[in-house]
């Protein structure tokens, strides 16, 4: 299985990174980072790409895919919205679509957040971009997942 994971620095991502380094059916981790992370293993090729909107110039190295964990995430505090859902929505669909294009079969497993809104009414902006964002993959021609940790 070859997988590929977003946001291996931070720390769910790089929870995602280690448990797929020892798992034995995973025979390929692929991270995308914006600078090279300080591990190296027999399984893991990094990817150092600088616009997480645009994948044109990697699109190769997106084929055959497995699994894509998504796991890339910043904090609503202190941001606007406009600022939280440039990572937090924008990033995650150009992945999604990038990956769909390349590997159409894989699964896409998203970290999002207990409390995400669905419905786009919530007082909190962070819940209304995660629900959209959810909503959006979930509308994609993939086979998508959503996690929402209570509390990380």
Same mark, same amino acid.
């Given at each position: &299985?070859?997988?590929?994971?977003?946001? $291996?620095?931070? &720390?769910?991502? =790089?929870? $995602?990174? =280690?448990? *797929?380094?020892?798992?034995d059916?995973?025979?390929?981790?692929?991270?995308?980072?914006?600078? /090279?992370?300080?591990?190296? =293993?027999?399984?893991?090729?990094?990817?150092? =790409?600088?616009?997480?909107?645009?994948?044109?110039?990697?699109?190769?190295?997106?084929?055959?895919? !497995? $699994?894509?964990?998504? *796991?890339?995430?910043?904090?609503?505090?202190?941001?606007s919205?406009?600022?939280?859902?440039?990572?937090?929505?924008?990033?995650?669909?150009?992945?999604?679509?990038?990956?769909?294009?390349?590997? /159409?079969?894989?699964?896409?497993?998203y970290?999002?957040?207990?409390?995400? !809104?669905?419905?786009?009414?919530?007082?909190?902006?962070?819940?209304?971009?995660?629900?959209?964002?959810?909503?959006?993959?979930?509308?994609? /021609?993939?086979?998508?997942?959503?996690?929402?940790?209570?509390?990380?």
């Open positions: &299985m070859r997988v590929i994971i977003f946001g $291996a620095s931070g &720390m769910v991502g =790089h929870g $995602a990174l =280690h448990a *797929c380094l020892r798992d059916t995973v025979t390929e981790v692929l991270a995308v980072v914006r600078s /090279p992370l300080p591990l190296t =293993h027999a399984k893991l090729r990094q990817i150092v =790409h600088a616009d997480f909107t645009d994948y044109a110039a990697v699109q190769d190295q997106l084929k055959d895919l !497995d $699994a894509c964990f998504f *796991c890339l995430g910043v904090s609503a505090v202190g941001r919205e406009k600022e939280y859902a440039r990572v937090t929505h924008d990033y995650t669909l150009a992945a999604a679509r990038a990956l769909n294009a390349a590997s /159409p079969s894989m699964t896409f497993v970290v999002s957040g207990e409390g995400t !809104d669905s419905t786009g009414k919530s007082r909190q902006m962070w819940a209304r971009v995660k629900g959209r964002t959810e909503n959006e993959l979930l509308a994609m /021609p993939m086979s998508a997942y959503m996690f929402r940790p209570g509390y990380i």
